[in-house]
């Protein structure tokens, strides 16, 4: 395959240049390469590495609530945004041990991926012997396991006991902890205050959730980072505080990741007080406007090193009725649209470098999890994930051209920029011109090298 004529964008260049590929690997990339017969015309496109999605539950039960999308709906989803790689979450239910937690996950996803995908384990309990199943997880290829640090008395939750010694024990094993940072005793407090003055409706998501109980529990895993100095990643940060807390805490040598997500550059609180509130429920919540413009000084300024869309395909038939946000089950689509609002808002709204598209949505990620050079880069070795993006049309986003079983995006209506002509994933095409045109069970799991700093120049 041959993909002729477009611009070349990796982390470090943005050039003319044909793409070569030869069994599902970049075979060489340059200028005036001769022709083939499989040729792909990309004239006037934008030729990325396929995008690296590292916050993705494709499919989330919480044992309340099922998400609409599966693995085979959610992949496709990817596929034409751009994803080639997902990494996805294995809930370690109660009683089971890692590697148990992980089988269950990879059974429910193998012979269904559209892409290829890797698994982040979401720890919440240590049982006797567990340093040792640390080691033989990391060395089944999942270098990377989140904790929540809120939804007490659910199948997430774990408290400060098993965090801490988890990573007393992770940065020697290779294994990056992952947090999803928000205080549980303010989030709950603040909850039940709400609630008492008969403040439920959707209108108060937002209240219920303060930016300071992110910005407390940041604080305390970096603390617990700079104490048992094992590296540490924030999931979905929301505030530009928090931002900054990490940003001190590695100008002190702290080894400190932070990602963000696409809506809380693209959205902003005021959406919780429209009829349409329902669409906008997520955790951590929208900011106001002020928080949102202070987070993208922080983005431009390359202080967010990731960019994960926090997938999450609930349905807003599941939401029909429920009136009480605290009864909603958190989540919104969007692994199909991270590429293109960060090209509509970042690169055209605020001048972002292409360069910078992709070291965000694509190398840093891959970086970070240890995928790269193979995901993540267009470089001969590499695996052959592109994506050929038109940077010219601009139009309304719709439903209609989302492929998610959510039915919905937080994002439609809005004015866009861009779009995904063609995904190719390994050498094959997956997604071209609108349709999925790849076979589910092609994408294939991916073994993760243990966490490198020295491989993640931030």
């Known amino acids: 395959m041959l993909i002729r004529g477009g611009t070349v964008v990796t982390a470090d260049s943005e050039r003319k240049a044909d793409v070569l590929v030869r069994a599902g690997k970049i075979a060489e990339v340059g200028e005036g390469i001769a022709e083939r017969e499989d040729v792909i015309d990309a004239t006037g496109m934008l030729v990325l590495?396929?995008?690296?999605?590292?916050?993705?539950?494709?499919?989330?039960?919480?044992g309340t609530a099922r998400t609409a999308d599966d693995f085979e709906s959610g992949s496709a989803s990817a596929a034409a945004g751009g994803?080639?790689?997902?990494?996805?979450?294995?809930?370690?239910?109660?009683?089971?041990?890692?590697?148990?937690?992980?089988?269950?996950?990879?059974?429910?996803?193998?012979?269904?991926s559209h892409v290829d995908y890797g698994i982040h384990l979401n720890i919440t309990n240590l049982a006797d012997g567990w340093?040792?199943?640390?080691?033989?997880?990391?060395?089944?290829?999942?270098?990377?396991?989140?904790?929540?640090?809120?939804?007490?008395?659910?199948?997430?939750?774990?408290?400060?006991?098993?965090?801490?010694?988890?990573?007393?024990?992770?940065?020697?094993?290779g294994l990056l902890v992952q947090v999803h940072a928000e205080n549980d005793a303010i989030v709950v407090g603040t909850t039940q205050e709400l609630l008492r003055q008969g403040k439920s409706g959707l209108a108060y998501h937002a209240a219920s959730r303060p930016a300071v109980a992110e910005v407390g529990a940041v604080g305390r895993g970096l603390v617990f980072s700079e104490q048992t100095g094992s590296p540490i990643y924030f999931?979905?940060?929301?505030?530009?505080?928090?931002?900054?807390?990490?940003?001190?805490?590695?100008?002190?040598?702290?080894?400190?990741?932070a990602e963000t997500c696409p809506h809380y550059l693209v959205l902003d609180d005021s959406v919780y007080a429209r009829p349409d509130a329902a669409r906008?429920?997520?955790?951590?919540?929208?900011?106001?406007?002020?928080?949102?413009?202070?987070?993208?000084?922080?983005?431009?300024?390359?202080?967010?090193?990731?960019?994960?869309?926090?997938?999450?395909?609930?349905?807003?038939?599941?939401?029909?009725?429920?009136?009480?946000?605290?009864?909603?089950?958190?989540?919104?689509?969007?692994?199909?649209?991270?590429?293109?609002?960060?090209?509509?808002?970042?690169?055209?709204?605020?001048?972002?470098?292409?360069?910078?598209?992709v070291m965000l949505l694509c190398a840093n990620p891959a970086k970070i999890f240890g995928l790269w050079p193979h995901k993540g880069d267009i470089r001969p070795g590499s695996d052959a994930d592109l994506v050929l993006f038109d940077p010219r049309p601009t139009r309304t986003l719709s439903i209609s051209e989302l492929h998610s079983r959510a039915g919905f995006s937080p994002y439609e209506g809005l004015t866009v920029t861009g779009k995904v002509h063609t995904t190719i994933c390994r050498g094959r095409v997956v997604y071209r011109d609108g349709a999925i045109v790849g076979d589910r069970g092609f994408g294939r799991f991916l073994k993760?090298?243990?966490f490198d700093s020295q491989a993640v120049p931030l």
Request: hydrophobic fraction near 40%; charge should be negative.
């Open 83 to 112: 994803v080639t790689t997902y990494l996805e979450f294995a809930p370690q239910l109660p009683g089971q041990s890692f590697a148990q937690a992980l089988r269950t996950r990879l059974d429910l996803i193998e012979g269904r």
């Open 235 to 257: 999931v979905h940060l929301s505030s530009p505080r928090s931002v900054d807390l990490i940003t001190a805490a590695r100008d002190r040598g702290v080894e400190a990741i």
């Open 131 to 173: 340093e040792r199943e640390l080691e033989a997880l990391v060395e089944a290829g999942v270098t990377s396991a989140k904790v929540y640090t809120t939804y007490r008395d659910t199948i997430f939750y774990a408290d400060d006991w098993t965090w801490y010694r988890l990573m007393e024990c992770s940065g020697r094993a």
């Open 49 to 62: 590495p396929g995008v690296v999605d590292p916050h993705t539950h494709l499919l989330l039960d919480t």
């Open 448 to 450: 993760c090298a243990p």
């Open 280 to 357: 906008y429920v997520m955790t951590p919540p929208l900011r106001d406007r002020a928080s949102q413009a202070q987070l993208w000084s922080r983005l431009t300024q390359r202080l967010i090193h990731s960019m994960g869309s926090d997938h999450c395909g609930f349905s807003l038939a599941q939401r029909e009725g429920v009136e009480d946000f605290s009864r909603v089950s958190p989540g919104i689509p969007g692994v199909e649209t991270s590429l293109l609002l960060l090209y509509t808002f970042g690169v055209v709204e605020h001048q972002m470098a292409l360069r910078h598209l």
